[in-house]
């Protein structure tokens, strides 16, 4: 029966996306239950096939979910149905948003780019920039992928240094990258569920989110220089002769500014066509993102000449790599099963009115100072930023915050930031613990947590800022 779970998951997760596109235009009530019956069939199956050791997180939200539904009064089995289709929107773009990533590995972008432009990252603290910013493009391709391909791209260049002042130095670059990304990337999940979910500004959030993440970048070389000093090692020397021995083997120049080209042509039609067909349509965006991408994947390949391979590429991602979403579906699943379940009681109106009581007692306090704990200490109980993001903007949704939008999606994302950097239980830390070697402590709260600090001081003074403009 082992055999068969992994065949029938693959079969599951298709037919709730496509039910899911389908039930958006032609949304009939039979459609609508055998979504919500297929969801359950995910949760299912994925449990049988990952077993219980590997399924804590969408368990544990599984019972805590029915159980408030069983204590609100309403049928469990009516709870369910409802409940399993509450993040439907999240599932949808979670099945096609690895598919950019075989865009990216079709060619050596970054080899090439590097090589390039390698005259003008020579130092030390251009190459961390270099490593920081690229993370973050990257991430808009690969999400939290970028990490271990980034270290691998670093290690072709600086393979012999693996003391902790050069893990120190590649491991902040990449991850502090990637955190950022979560600020303002359109293709990352939590990201566009919050803006989605709680009606903010794209244009402005991006803006916003971005010119943070350019202070965050500001600050992490900054933190640099202060860490050569520590470790007392000149990082530069080393670089330029591994940025020399790099160009010897490289590709033409003709060839290199070709893939510079396709690359930014490739980063910007994907960011540009979902710009463009929002302002053209206004599609939500959870809706627009996943089909602007799925006919992006497919362009490229007819633009390359490669259609054959884009079929096979399908065919090996619905068999075989859409299993490796199961865990990330089947917590969204149940968190959408525990949201449903707390809007059937008084829980926001609660959350509100302590709110109110805190702010009446201590004026000089707002929730938007304390937004971004929620989500870090969720991170440190384990639960990822898209999850936390769900459960959060999940909440805010109805709660009426008396703040722009803007500013609670810049709150909570802040948050997501700091989890990924200092908690050693959520993906982009064991992504880059198993790529370095050095412990999940190592690698997230020691190297991370004064940068942490800084950049929760910095937000929150531009936040605050806001908040008394506005």
Same mark, same amino acid.
């Given at each position: 029966?082992?055999?068969?779970?992994?065949?029938? !998951?693959?079969?599951?997760?298709?037919?709730?996306?496509?039910?899911?596109?389908?039930?958006?235009? +032609?949304?009939?009530?039979?459609?609508?239950?055998?979504?919500?019956?297929?969801?359950?069939?995910?949760?299912?199956?994925?449990?049988?096939?990952?077993?219980? #050791?590997?399924?804590?997180?969408?368990?544990?939200?599984?019972?805590?979910?029915?159980?408030?539904?069983?204590?609100?009064?309403?049928?469990?089995?009516?709870?369910?149905?409802?409940?399993?289709?509450?993040? #439907?929107?999240?599932?949808?773009?979670?099945?096609?948003?690895?598919?950019?990533?075989?865009?990216?590995?079709?060619?050596?972008?970054?080899?090439?780019?590097?090589?390039?432009?390698? #005259?003008?990252?020579?130092?030390?603290?251009?190459?961390?920039?270099?490593?920081?910013?690229?993370?973050?493009?990257?991430?808009?391709?690969?999400?939290?992928?970028?990490?271990? /391909?980034?270290?691998?791209?670093?290690?072709?260049?600086?393979?012999? *240094?693996?003391?902790?002042?050069?893990?120190?130095?590649?491991?902040?670059?990449?991850? *502090?990258?990637?955190?950022?990304?979560?600020?303002?990337?359109?293709?990352?999940?939590?990201?566009?569920?919050?803006?989605?979910?709680?009606?903010?500004?794209? +244009?402005?959030?991006?803006?916003?989110?971005?010119?943070?993440?350019?202070?965050?970048?500001?600050?992490?070389?900054?933190?640099?220089?202060?860490?050569? @000093?520590?470790?007392?090692?000149?990082?530069?020397?080393?670089?330029?002769?591994?940025?020399?021995?790099?160009?010897?083997?490289?590709?033409?120049?003709?060839?290199?500014?070709?893939?510079?080209?396709?690359?930014?042509?490739?980063?910007?039609?994907?960011?540009?066509?979902?710009?463009?067909?929002?302002?053209?349509?206004?599609?939500?965006?959870?809706?627009?993102?996943?089909?602007?991408?799925?006919?992006?994947?497919?362009?490229?390949?007819?633009?390359? @000449?490669?259609?054959?391979?884009?079929?096979?590429?399908?065919?090996?991602?619905?068999?075989?790599?859409?299993?490796?979403?199961?865990?990330?579906?089947?917590? /969204?699943?149940?968190?959408?099963?525990?949201?449903?379940?707390?809007?059937?009681?008084?829980?926001?109106?609660?959350?509100?009115?302590?709110?109110?009581?805190?702010?009446?007692?201590?004026?000089?306090? %707002?929730? !938007?100072?304390?937004?971004?704990?929620?989500?870090?200490?969720?991170?440190?109980?384990?639960?990822?930023?898209?999850?936390?993001?769900?459960?959060?903007?999940?909440?805010?949704?109805?709660?009426?915050?008396?703040?722009?939008?803007?500013?609670?999606?810049?709150?909570?994302?802040?948050?997501?930031?700091?989890?990924?950097?200092?908690?050693?239980?959520?993906?982009?830390?064991?992504?880059?613990?198993?790529? %370095?070697?050095?412990?999940?402590?190592?690698?997230?709260?020691?190297? %991370?947590?004064?940068?942490?600090?800084?950049?929760?001081?910095?937000?929150?003074?531009?936040?605050?800022?806001?908040?008394?403009?506005?």
């Amino acid at each position: 029966m082992s055999h068969f779970i992994p065949k029938d !998951l693959s079969i599951a997760i298709i037919s709730y996306a496509i039910l899911h596109f389908l039930t958006l235009i +032609w949304s009939h009530s039979f459609l609508l239950t055998l979504l919500s019956i297929t969801g359950i069939c995910i949760f299912i199956l994925g449990l049988c096939h990952l077993t219980i #050791r590997k399924f804590k997180l969408p368990i544990f939200l599984f019972i805590v979910g029915t159980t408030i539904i069983y204590l609100s009064g309403v049928p469990i089995g009516e709870g369910l149905l409802a409940g399993v289709v509450q993040m #439907r929107d999240i599932i949808g773009l979670l099945t096609i948003v690895p598919l950019i990533g075989w865009v990216l590995a079709e060619e050596p972008y970054i080899e090439d780019i590097v090589s390039l432009f390698h #005259r003008y990252i020579n130092t030390s603290k251009k190459f961390y920039l270099m490593l920081i910013s690229f993370t973050q493009m990257i991430a808009y391709f690969l999400l939290f992928g970028s990490i271990s /391909m980034m270290y691998q791209f670093t290690d072709v260049i600086l393979q012999k *240094r693996t003391s902790e002042a050069w893990e120190n130095y590649k491991g902040t670059a990449l991850l *502090r990258g990637f955190a950022l990304s979560t600020l303002w990337v359109i293709s990352i999940p939590s990201f566009i569920f919050a803006v989605e979910t709680l009606d903010a500004s794209l +244009w402005f959030t991006i803006i916003q989110g971005f010119g943070i993440s350019l202070c965050g970048i500001i600050i992490a070389v900054i933190f640099l220089h202060f860490q050569e @000093k520590k470790y007392q090692i000149a990082l530069t020397p080393v670089l330029q002769k591994e940025m020399q021995n790099l160009s010897i083997n490289t590709s033409s120049k003709q060839v290199q500014k070709k893939k510079c080209i396709e690359f930014l042509l490739l980063f910007c039609t994907l960011f540009g066509s979902i710009f463009l067909l929002h302002a053209i349509f206004d599609f939500p965006l959870l809706i627009l993102i996943p089909i602007a991408i799925f006919c992006w994947v497919g362009l490229f390949y007819v633009y390359k @000449k490669r259609s054959k391979k884009f079929l096979s590429v399908l065919q090996h991602y619905v068999t075989h790599d859409i299993q490796k979403q199961t865990y990330q579906l089947s917590t /969204m699943i149940c968190v959408g099963i525990l949201i449903y379940a707390l809007k059937q009681t008084t829980f926001a109106t609660t959350v509100v009115g302590s709110i109110d009581y805190i702010q009446t007692h201590l004026p000089f306090l %707002n929730p !938007l100072y304390f937004l971004p704990f929620i989500v870090i200490i969720l991170g440190f109980l384990g639960l990822g930023p898209l999850t936390v993001m769900v459960l959060v903007a999940g909440i805010l949704e109805s709660m009426a915050l008396p703040y722009p939008p803007e500013l609670i999606v810049l709150a909570i994302t802040s948050g997501s930031v700091i989890s990924i950097l200092v908690s050693p239980l959520i993906m982009p830390v064991i992504v880059l613990s198993a790529a %370095n070697k050095l412990s999940l402590i190592t690698n997230g709260f020691k190297f %991370n947590v004064i940068y942490a600090i800084v950049f929760y001081v910095v937000v929150q003074i531009y936040i605050q800022a806001m908040v008394y403009i506005w």
